[in-house]
């Protein structure tokens, strides 16, 4: 079967095998690694002095793991768990986030429209079952741990109301040999420095919390990122660590979901982080600490602007998997034409129109070469019949024949392989830009980062493309692979059901760009047919 099809129908076949296979992969992995595996070497490798072997035992040690649970308090003030009471709440314009008895960010809302859910409550980051939570703080030994999961923290502030500037909270626990003081200086837009002091040297880490639990799906990544200080991108999903993970001098360590993240970051000096596990397996994140301390930390939206402007390393959290390079630039032009249209449907509608007018040359050459392909199929089935059973020579004519009418079997299929990485890259854009989150942009559609909910563009997308293929020149000769193509519209019409709308609303104003530069190629031959059945009249 294989060896009939045409060099153009093979690249078309595997152009189409490829749309499944990476829309289905996407769907069901993601990436544990991008740039390079972890290696365990000098530093990455396990230490193997009495310390750290202790360490990540204390990290699973039943003081740290059966601590009372977070209170289900909201940082309103309502009825808190008595056994875990909020000792200070701060409310900003961004976010109100509370801390407990235990010194931890047991409570983070988000405020503003885009972060309500459908009953109208605000998004809470951290779910009260999953630990550890952020800011929380494990002994390397076990009975020191077991106290401080037991001695409440005391804050010099109860309610805190931060607005432009910067305000530092201090807790204070005393336990029975050492005292722990916790400085934190929280910033509006979400990041923070904690200054740790401990009255006399003691083994602990501190955790930037388990990931946010909000979106929870099987499109994007969900775990821990860590950024080492050459650069290397390490991230270890849910339900696959191994808990020994060791990193010596990290610039990140990120806990993320779809959307929202936590994390840790020293980019000059480095973190040294531990990754330890649960019963699921699932990371968790841990920076081993010194007797005076000082680490900075970020919890809320992964949105670009917010993470470059505390540096734009921060970036590195938004990830888009295989087709980083291509998503990230991706990106920077929708959030530019944004700026200027005010809408992102809009925005993914321009951007559309730009890499169109970046492939016009290509898109035009395949254009031309399918219409000349077109034009020579009746030449080619005679040579098929001149030349039966002698494939040398069928080929070697067919090669001349085309050279000699300039026409390029692969021609027609380049701009659509090249459309191939800009829809996925658009796609992982589309999933992991939070800013995209619940952007509307006309009637029907309210969050472009979901599927449309009546499925019009959807079906707008396939009535696009059986269009496109009706005006497009057919160079497929077999009947039976003819009637296949013609049923791609409505395979990708499903499939593109559960896509998000923005990327559908991307693929439909694509089409509409196809249909129209095909009608005036075709135009164009038109008019050079009947030129030259003009100039033959007037030669007889």
């Known amino acids: 079967m294989l060896d009939k099809l045409s060099t153009q129908q093979r690249v078309i076949l595997a152009t189409v095998l490829s749309f499944l296979f990476f829309a289905g992969y996407d769907y069901l992995f993601i990436p544990k690694q991008i740039n390079k595996p972890i290696e365990l070497n000098s530093t990455t490798q396990k230490q193997s002095s009495s310390n750290a072997i202790q360490a990540p035992k204390a990290l699973s040690t039943p003081s740290a793991t059966t601590a009372p649970k977070a209170t289900s308090a909201a940082p309103t003030g309502s009825p808190i768990n008595k056994n875990e009471k909020v000792i200070a709440n701060i409310k900003g314009k961004r976010f109100d986030m509370s801390i407990d008895s235990f010194g931890r960010v047991n409570k983070f809302y988000l405020n503003g429209k885009r972060y309500k859910k459908e009953d109208g409550s605000r998004v809470q980051l951290f779910n009260d079952s999953k630990l550890p939570l952020p800011l929380e703080i494990r002994f390397s030994d076990a009975k020191l741990n077991a106290e401080a999961f037991k001695t409440p923290y005391i804050a010099n502030k109860t309610e805190i ?66 950024k080492e200080f050459d650069d290397t991108l390490t991230m270890i999903k849910d339900k696959d660590a191994k808990g020994d993970e060791h990193f010596a001098n990290a610039k990140i360590v990120a806990d993320s979901d779809r959307y929202y993240t936590t994390a840790f970051y020293n980019l000059k000096g480095g973190l040294d982080v531990y990754i330890s596990k649960d019963k699921e397996d699932n990371p968790l994140a841990f920076v081993k600490g010194k007797q005076n301390y000082t680490i900075n930390g970020y919890i809320g939206v992964k949105e670009l602007r917010i993470l470059n402007s505390i540096d734009k390393e921060m970036g590195d959290i938004v990830e888009y998997g295989w087709f980083t390079f ?33 492939l016009f040359p290509l898109t035009y050459k395949g254009m031309v070469s399918m219409t000349k392909m077109k034009e020579l199929s009746p030449k080619i089935k005679e040579l098929q019949k001149k030349y039966k059973g002698e494939p040398q020579k069928l080929n070697a004519h067919t090669m001349e024949l085309y050279k000699k009418h300039g026409a390029n079997p692969m021609g027609g299929c380049l701009p659509m392989i090249l459309q191939i990485p800009i829809f996925f890259a658009l796609y992982r854009v589309l999933q992991n830009s939070a800013e995209l989150q619940a952007a509307p942009w006309i009637l029907w559609i309210h969050d472009l980062s979901v599927k449309d909910p009546y499925f019009i563009l959807p079906i707008l997308m396939g009535i696009t493309m059986f269009l496109q293929q009706h005006i497009t020149p057919n160079t497929i000769q077999d009947p039976t692979q003819a009637k296949i193509m013609k049923y791609l519209p409505v395979i990708f019409t499903f499939f593109f059901m559960t896509f998000p709308a923005g990327l559908t609303l991307y693929w439909f104003v694509n089409n509409l760009f196809s249909i129209a530069q095909q009608y005036y190629i075709n135009k164009i031959f038109e008019k050079k047919k009947q030129q030259i059945k003009e100039a033959k009249k007037v030669e007889k």
């Open 161 to 226: 109301n931060l607005q432009n500037k910067p305000v530092t909270l201090t807790l204070t626990q005393k336990l029975s040999s050492l005292t722990v003081v916790k400085k934190i200086t929280i910033y509006p837009i979400g990041k923070y420095t904690v200054a740790l002091s401990l009255s006399k040297p003691a083994d602990y880490f501190i955790s930037p919390g388990f990931r946010p639990d909000v979106k929870v799906d099987g499109y994007t990544f969900h775990g821990v990122l860590v």
């Open 326 to 358: 291509i998503a990230k630039p991706i990106f920077l032009l929708l959030s530019f034409l944004h700026s200027i249209l005010g809408n992102w449907g809009w925005a993914i509608v321009a951007t559309t129109f730009v890499i169109r007018i970046v």
